[in-house]
């Protein structure tokens, strides 16, 4: 059986995924602006662990040529990235920055000519601080920024980059920045909740529109972050709490996109989204996106919670139920969590194909003599998943590629530093690099793989 489903296996894409913000450092060089990531971490650096910022992470700008001459001496034939607003365009809308392009285009060539395939991720996060002052996400002006940016970078990097990703983990950037205020731009409450939602729903639909008409034949997805989500008991209030967090979570941005409308029947709190609904807004949420981004690391146990405002609901904590092992995020390890969403997502009928875009796990990494790291965690945790999403494709899904998070360890957001998800360990003070053991595994695997393909 081994054999014909590791037949199963060609086209199928194996990659590794990062973003600008947690990479590049370099934050005010060759004319870039700064983004809301650099004011937060920078001015109110009290939300992020240790004050830390990603005003140099892995100096990424400078080291890119070397990052790629590691990722291609293992083999790894994809590398998703993203493409920073801001060193684009330093005021978020008109001046282009021509060295930010340049940037760019050194990066594409040098991916292309090691044979590297580059996967890009129009926005990861790193909104234009100018942008921000005019209200960010919350003005539904950012629908036409976003066009005039994504314009700039299809036209510039097109001839050469075929697959984009419009958002990154849209219930993400909105929920941890728009109403819990733990993530840049640090606003709370349901006035800016829900407004940012509705527009970045919105904008992945402008997006996806604009590249396709530029370039029909560009391969044009979005990411969503998700986790499997079960109810701590039988009691029927925690399993309407867990329908509602799911809702919340899984269901949120993906539904309007396939024309089936917010959940507002299990999630009431959203309905007040109307306000924000323009003449023919439904039809604009709507879009016929050629893949989705799956991202999941963990599943979640949900109970209900008087005190927890709107949602009625809250997260039990590994610590607090029997877990085998949860990594440094505080995360539950359960590889049957990406399979169960693999399924969840492949049943929609609208989605057309599935790539996992992210998934990987933060250890404690130890450097022992000779330099080598033995992160056996992280390869058991990888081996797991990658089986999970394969038994998934092996049952019919059609899931077509699995990218790790992450490349090299770098800024993980309010966490700073401490969490290193990386293949490839990062000494922060001296940038050096040190290929960890999964790393190695994760290549020979692959390679192994595409191997059995070819024969
Ligand atoms: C999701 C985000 O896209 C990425 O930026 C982050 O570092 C990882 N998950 C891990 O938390």
Same mark, same amino acid.
């Given at each position: 059986?081994?054999?014909?489903?590791?037949?199963?296996?060609?086209?199928?894409?194996?990659?590794?995924?990062?973003?600008?913000?947690?990479?590049?450092?370099?934050?005010?060089?060759?004319?870039?602006?700064?983004?809301?990531?650099?004011?937060?971490?920078?001015?109110?650096?009290?939300?992020?662990?240790?004050?830390?910022?990603?005003?140099?992470?892995?100096?990424?700008?400078?080291?890119?040529?070397?990052?790629? &001459?590691?990722?291609?001496?293992?083999?790894?034939?994809?590398?998703?990235?993203?493409?920073?607003?801001?060193?684009?365009?330093?005021?978020?809308? #008109?001046?282009?920055?021509?060295?930010?392009?340049?940037?760019?285009?050194?990066?594409?060539?040098?991916?292309?000519?090691?044979?590297?395939?580059?996967?890009?991720?129009?926005?990861?996060?790193?909104?234009?601080?100018?942008?921000?002052?005019?209200? /960010?996400?919350?003005?539904?002006?950012?629908?036409?920024?976003?066009?005039?940016?994504? @314009? *700039?970078?299809?036209?510039?990097?097109?001839?050469?980059?075929?697959?984009?990703?419009?958002?990154?983990?849209?219930?993400?950037?909105? #929920?941890? /920045?728009?109403?819990?205020? *733990?993530?840049?731009?640090?606003?709370?409450?349901? #006035?800016?909740?829900?407004?940012?939602?509705?527009?970045?729903?919105?904008?992945?639909?402008?997006?996806?529109?604009?590249?396709?008409?530029?370039?029909?034949?560009?391969?044009?997805?979005?990411?969503?972050?998700?986790?499997?989500?079960?109810?701590?008991?039988?009691?029927?209030?925690?399993?309407?709490?867990?329908?509602? *967090?799911?809702?919340?979570?899984?269901?949120?941005?993906?539904?309007?996109?396939?024309?089936?409308?917010?959940?507002?029947?299990?999630?009431?709190?959203?309905?007040?989204?109307?306000?924000?609904?323009?003449?023919?807004?439904?039809?604009?949420?709507?879009?016929?996106?050629?893949?989705?981004?799956? &991202?999941?690391?963990?599943?979640?146990?949900?109970?209900?919670?008087?005190?927890?405002?709107?949602?009625?609901?809250?997260?039990?904590?590994?610590?607090?139920?029997?877990?085998?092992?949860?990594?440094?995020?505080?995360?539950?390890?359960?590889?049957?969590?990406?399979?169960?969403?693999?399924?969840?997502?492949?049943?929609?009928?609208?989605?057309?194909?599935?790539?996992?875009?992210?998934?990987?796990?933060?250890?404690?990494?130890?450097?022992?003599?000779?330099?080598?790291?033995?992160?056996?965690?992280?390869?058991?945790?990888?081996?797991?998943?990658?089986?999970?999403?394969?038994?998934?494709?092996?049952?019919?899904?059609?899931? @077509?590629?699995?990218?790790?998070?992450?490349?090299?360890?770098?800024?993980?957001?309010?966490?700073?530093?401490?969490?290193?998800? /990386?293949?490839?360990? *990062?000494?922060?003070?001296? &940038?050096?690099?040190?290929?960890?053991?999964? /790393?190695?595994?994760?290549?020979?695997?692959?390679?192994?793989?595409?191997?059995?393909?070819?024969?």
């Amino acid at each position: 059986m081994v054999k014909n489903f590791e037949k199963e296996l060609k086209d199928f894409v194996w990659g590794v995924s990062s973003s600008a913000y947690q990479t590049e450092g370099a934050h005010d060089w060759d004319g870039k602006g700064p983004s809301i990531w650099d004011e937060f971490t920078n001015k109110k650096s009290r939300k992020i662990r240790n004050r830390e910022n990603a005003n140099v992470a892995c100096d990424f700008y400078n080291l890119y040529k070397h990052d790629l &001459q590691i990722l291609k001496g293992l083999n790894i034939s994809n590398y998703r990235f993203s493409i920073s607003w801001p060193r684009i365009k330093p005021n978020g809308i #008109g001046k282009i920055n021509y060295k930010g392009l340049d940037f760019y285009n050194r990066l594409i060539d040098e991916c292309l000519d090691l044979g590297i395939v580059p996967w890009v991720t129009l926005y990861h996060w790193d909104l234009p601080q100018e942008l921000e002052k005019k209200g /960010g996400w919350v003005n539904r002006d950012v629908l036409s920024w976003m066009e005039e940016y994504v @314009e *700039v970078c299809a036209h510039a990097f097109g001839d050469r980059v075929k697959n984009w990703m419009v958002l990154n983990e849209p219930m993400v950037f909105v #929920g941890a /920045g728009y109403f819990l205020g *733990v993530h840049a731009p640090g606003r709370v409450g349901m #006035g800016n909740f829900l407004p940012a939602i509705h527009h970045a729903t919105l904008a992945m639909g402008v997006g996806g529109r604009l590249l396709k008409s530029i370039n029909p034949s560009f391969h044009v997805g979005t990411t969503f972050s998700c986790s499997h989500i079960e109810p701590y008991s039988f009691e029927e209030k925690d399993q309407m709490a867990a329908v509602r *967090v799911d809702a919340l979570l899984n269901r949120l941005f993906i539904e309007p996109i396939l024309g089936l409308g917010y959940p507002t029947k299990e999630l009431s709190p959203l309905r007040k989204i109307q306000d924000y609904f323009k003449p023919m807004d439904e039809e604009k949420l709507r879009f016929d996106f050629d893949f989705i981004g799956i &991202q999941n690391y963990t599943r979640e146990i949900v109970k209900y919670s008087f005190w927890t405002p709107y949602l009625k609901a809250k997260l039990v904590k590994p610590q607090h139920r029997n877990v085998l092992s949860y990594t440094l995020m505080n995360w539950e390890v359960y590889p049957d969590s990406i399979y169960h969403i693999i399924k969840k997502f492949d049943n929609y009928e609208g989605v057309k194909k599935i790539y996992i875009t992210e998934n990987g796990a933060a250890f404690d990494d130890h450097i022992h003599d000779n330099d080598l790291i033995h992160d056996h965690m992280r390869t058991d945790y990888l081996k797991d998943h990658i089986y999970a999403v394969l038994r998934a494709k092996h049952e019919g899904a059609k899931v @077509e590629g699995y990218f790790v998070w992450t490349w090299t360890d770098n800024f993980e957001w309010a966490e700073g530093y401490r969490p290193r998800f /990386g293949l490839v360990y *990062v000494d922060f003070k001296t &940038q050096k690099r040190i290929v960890k053991s999964s /790393g190695y595994w994760y290549s020979k695997y692959i390679n192994n793989l595409i191997a059995i393909d070819t024969v």
